[in-house]
């Protein structure tokens, strides 16, 4: 069975890219779900995924079509990230149903959301609503035996059986399996830099996207400790931790709940960003940093210990106490950026955001 995973970019399709991917001043983020989503696969005894970035390398209608055309897959998995992918999945979803009617498609990501319309307008199969493993793994485990049966048509009875999915059954009414499995702690993975790679198509300048030289990087620049003699470079983004504590009203969060990752597996992937990238910078890109305190002191002496400097892009306001900010600057800490949303207790509160004016303030001026 060919499987292959996709990115989706978040620009419409045909629209001109308002600076290359290589001109912005920060690293481009991993793509953790797609690599997650391989490891669940090899785990399960089934080939690694084809991946084909094509949020990264940005190609034309042409392009994705040749791809498909020398790329035969049963499965195809869509990584819809955010709302602004719908024109993408539909585009990339036709481009391969043309090569191919029998491919499977698979959309998954916080557009999934609105599965209803994604079933209904575009030529996407199935929808993973949700964290994904679980449901990818029961969606190849599903395709392996309807191939080996050599069924024209999908069972979706049958389909349905896995957790985590919405389909569209043969009187085209929707129907959801309900929330599949989450992940628990351990079972949460770093992304593979050689199988992102693999999904460049040989372009090493695209690969460099995921790593960006320090002094572009305005969260560092203001620190003394940036320009230390013998501190390696560039800055690689990534997450310490996934998901969010709170259930703010303009969220839409189709995957739920709190992870943090192995220390084992931290401290493995801060090793190989050090030794193999010239790393010495770290942009995290959680949501919540600091939700898990035991876990974040402990994550910051880490980083410290592999003489990392770091920033944070989201934290709540509620999360931090001096002496925590006191912690996190001596092992390593540049910048912190809050969630605010808001100086108006009204509109936080219609936000329901679950903290005051006077927690904001609080934070700002410890920070």
């Not at 481009?28 to 785990?43: D, F, H, P, R």
């Not at 950026?337 to 955001?353: A, P």
Request: with cysteine; charged share 30%; hydrophobic share 35%.
């Amino acid at each position: 069975m060919e499987i292959l995973l996709c990115s989706v970019p978040t620009e419409n399709p045909g629209e001109k890219l308002r600076r290359k991917r290589s001109e912005g001043p920060r690293p481009v983020m991993l793509k953790t779900a797609i690599t997650s989503l391989n490891e669940w696969t090899e785990k399960s005894g089934f080939p690694t995924c084809k991946f084909y970035d094509v949020d990264m390398l940005y190609p034309s209608d042409e392009e994705v079509e040749k791809y498909f055309r020398d790329n035969k897959s049963d499965v195809v998995g869509l990584s819809a990230v955010v709302s602004t992918t719908y024109k993408q999945v539909k585009r990339l979803a036709r481009i391969i149903k043309k090569i191919n009617k029998k491919t499977l498609i698979v959309c998954g990501g916080y557009l999934t959301s609105a599965a209803n319309t994604i079933l209904r307008k575009t030529e996407v199969d199935v929808c993973v609503v949700g964290d994904g493993e679980m449901a990818w793994v029961g969606i190849l485990n599903y395709m392996k035996e309807h191939l080996s049966n050599g069924k024209k048509t999908l069972d979706v009875d049958k389909l349905l059986e896995v957790k985590g999915i919405a389909i569209l059954d043969d009187n085209e009414k929707l129907k959801f399996s309900g929330y599949g499995q989450r992940l628990s702690n351990c079972d949460t993975s770093f992304p593979s830099y050689e199988f992102l790679k693999s999904g460049l198509q040989d372009d090493e300048e695209a690969f460099k996207n995921y790593f960006r030289p320090v002094y572009k990087h305005d969260d560092f620049l203001f620190d003394d400790r940036t320009w230390e003699k013998g501190r390696k470079p560039n800055v690689a983004a990534t997450l310490l931790t996934k998901g969010c504590v709170a259930k703010c009203t303009f969220c839409q969060r189709g995957s739920k709940g709190y992870s943090i990752f192995d220390y084992e597996k931290l401290e493995a992937h801060l090793k190989d960003l050090r030794d193999n990238y010239d790393v010495g910078f770290v942009a995290l890109n959680d949501e919540n940093f600091g939700s898990d305190k035991e876990y974040c002191h402990k994550a910051a002496e880490i980083l410290n210990k592999y003489n990392m400097l770091w920033t944070v892009n989201g934290i709540r306001c509620t999360s931090v106490t001096k002496e925590d900010l006191i912690h996190y600057r001596k092992n390593g800490c540049c910048t912190m950026k809050f969630g605010v949303e808001s100086g108006s207790q009204t509109i936080l509160d219609l936000m329901e955001k679950k903290f005051t004016v006077e927690d904001v303030k609080k934070a700002v001026f410890t920070a």
